[in-house]
């Protein structure tokens, strides 16, 4: 059995903050408590904690960094929900996990029970730098140039309680990728790395200004290529320039993306180029001790040589052909294990599936867990030898639902069922699609298809970069919801366009089944996706099995 | 009335004889109030002439004056830095790393945040300049 | 009632538990049925001072629209009425507290 934990372990150092940081929290509840801390005040340090107040009880969101979970991690997120919140727990498009139900005195002892296994809460919330992405397939991806992950730790060590970065005028997200394809969403976040190799040297392209919500914007190239002793030089230089003159006037234009768009890309490069020029003369590089002890983190796992002798039946075929992806290694897979089984809720886990997986990735996949921003959980090194195995092991515990990518795979945010900000609930949209094409072969029939659901305007639920998109909100008093077509988070980068008028709760199902018919009658054939039949006629097809002839004439 | 807090405590406000001026109506002054949303820059021929600058914290959430504290500090700036406003206990720590030297804060503030509350803000733990060399 | 004023009561989530609680005559309830009802707009300024008395009980009290034709107040917008019910995913929060 494989036990040897590959991925960077939080040093002492890392213990000791932590411990620090819960000492410091449980500190500030009581001063809650007694009084000594306004609510107000209160508000912005349990959020600097993960900590936030819903609709009907805190949420606690707890960082997985890079989305990397061991299976001991995995096994104690299992043991919190159990113990403090009713049993499970939801993956989010950030590559974090919400717990829906603690309570605040609760909260010390489940962020003690985290650092007891390497694990926080810290900036999942409030306006600073947040919990640092990466592609879920990194370390695995075949097409890599060298694994996010450790750019993506030397982020996440550098923002952990930054003294400048932690009141910014608004939350901060970074995402890094390391191949050409995006599965990290890099074009939609405050910056975006794409690790790259130019003249023989590693280093980044830096894109900036991207970001999903009320003003949705595809983020803009401020660098071309970055040399990568340069990393921090150059964010603290983009982080200064947004800190000092990012708008704080008004909370829905304070994102960078804004400044980009009213400065700019031009002038808010040369602030950005003048300032990084001063950083690289005064911040010192990288401890090259530090900086060794992450990149042996992230070394690869010691692969096995062993025949694959099995073959696989009809099941695990479609389940392999559905739910996996090429490894580097040709004897290995990617193993996506879907949450979206039919009628479940998108990104929740059971604690006993959470136990299962935490199981499957000990002896199977090298120790190793993702969690992906399409609310999946990743396997991320499985020998096809294993397969067949790792099947089994998943079906038993109800999780080999064998339609990643396609209809029924929903992103969904939590919406009005949970969420204080939401306009309309996002959940049951999700599972009624999901019910409606339940049959897995009709799934396979229709293809790739992302549709992705968010219960308000910030866009948890990225629907934007859906193909199709689903926003809820009120109107006249109970849920709308609009759709937008085209959407794509990847390197193709697209911001969906609005198809027309918003349906009812109960007419949103029927009129995505009227556009999915609306595709299988107009694209050229099966190998025609719904998103590249959508780009060869545009959205007039659609509309009309939307809205019908007469909307076509008015619009 | 006021309370200057330092890593120490509550301490003496050994400034309070030193009036402010802003940038406007600087001329040979050696004190500076500077609002956050003024250019730094501006600030960099009058540095020598300066002893103290004070920079205001209108709330809490309005991070600017770290920015500024840390630029004055790269810039050359080796007098009194001072917070003024409305920082919170918890953004003490941040305030020392950019740079101020103390925070003055409202005596209400100061009542409902007592001095020990102050000094128990945990200085052992520094990410970024962890992760530096040198 | 004031002409056009429409009805409401007080409502916050609990500090400790954070689940949602109402004002009454007698302090905080987990039952709207309970709430004080203002029926003015005087009272529904004296309502949400009241109800603003215990910050170390609650953590941020609003007032919101209710209906009374039932007799006991009821939510008008239906993100209220969710409140007084919990999730459609799962029997979780107050619809299983009841039963």
Known sequence: MESKLIMYEYTDFDEAFLRDRITEFRSQIARRLDGSLTEEEFKPLRLMNGLYLQLHAYMLRVAIPYGTLNSRQMRQLAEIAERFDKGYGHFTTRQNIQFNWPKLSDVPDILTALADVGMHAIQTSGNCIRNVTADHFAGAAADEVEDPRITAEIIRQWSTDHPEFTYLPRKFKVAVTASDTDRAVIRFHDIGLRLRRQDGEIGYEVVIGGGLGRTPMIGKVVREFLPKRDLLAYLEAILRTYNLSGRRDNKFKARIKILVHETGLEDLRTRIEANFVQQKRLLPDLDPVKLAQIEAGFRPPAFADKPVTRTLSPAMRAFADINTAPHKRADHVIVTVSTKAVGSTPGDVTSAQMRVLADIALRYSHDELRISHEQNVVLPHVHRADLPAVYDALRDAGLATANVGLVSDIIACPGMDYCALATARSIPVAQDIARAFADIDAQRDIGPLKIKISGCINACGHHHVGHIGILGLEKSGVESYQITLGGDGTEAAEIGSRAGPGFAHDEIVPAIERLIVAYLDHRLDRSETFLETYRRLGAAPMKAALYGGAHDKAA | MSTVVDKTGFVPDLWQDSPLHTYEELGDASALLLTADMDPELIGPHLEQLSLIVIPFGSSTDGRGFSLARTLREMGFSGHLRARGHILVDQARAAYRCGFDDIEIEDPQAARNPEAQWRSVSQRFDYRNDLLAG | ?99
């Open chain 3, 1 to 99: 009632m004031t002409k056009g004023f429409k009805p409401k009561v007080a409502t916050a989530n609990h500090l400790i538990e954070g689940d949602v609680i109402y004002f009454t005559s007698e302090g905080w309830s987990r039952r709207i049925e309970t709430a004080a009802v203002a029926r003015t707009a005087e009272d529904a300024e004296a309502l949400i001072e009241q109800a603003g008395q215990c910050p170390q009980e609650t953590a941020g009290a609003s007032l919101i629209d209710v209906d009374l034709s039932t007799g006991i107040p009821r939510p008008v917008h239906f993100r209220e009425v969710f409140r007084t019910r919990g999730p459609s995913n799962y029997f979780h929060g107050k619809q299983a507290d009841h039963v």
